[in-house]
């Protein structure tokens, strides 16, 4: 009975998986790979010559048109949507860009803070 138990309950998380909105799942997902580069500041400016490393612009608007925007801007980087108050370590990451949203509106809020490579 224990191995049904397990198949059913493995069943059940994929259906609840599966059932969840694309965009909230964009919501506080793990960065992928770092890449640390020889980026050392915030912006990494010369990391990627000929591509934007900030996007003060892009604080106000929607978190997920915002990510689009980045990573078209930028095909080096991920936009990582979090909330707000998301614990982060120190870690500059030179292939991330960080945007915060409302806690209650994530990933679909807008951003609240300048996202910036790093």
Not at 75 to 102: D, H, M, Q
């Amino acid at each position: 009975m224990t191995g049904y138990s397990t198949i059913v309950l493995l069943f059940f998380c994929v259906a609840v998986v599966s059932a969840v909105n694309p965009t909230q799942r964009l919501c506080g997902v793990p960065a992928g790979e770092c890449g640390y580069g020889s980026c050392t500041g915030k912006a990494c400016p010369d990391l990627y010559p000929g591509y934007k490393s900030q996007w003060p612009k892009l604080k106000g608007v929607s978190a997920v048109a915002a990510k689009n925007i980045i990573e078209r801007d930028n095909p080096f980087v991920k936009a990582w949507i979090y909330p707000e108050g998301f614990l982060f370590t120190s870690i500059i990451c030179s292939k991330r860009v960080i945007l915060l949203t409302p806690k209650n509106d994530c990933p679909n809020g807008r951003v609240t803070n300048s996202p910036y490579v790093g």
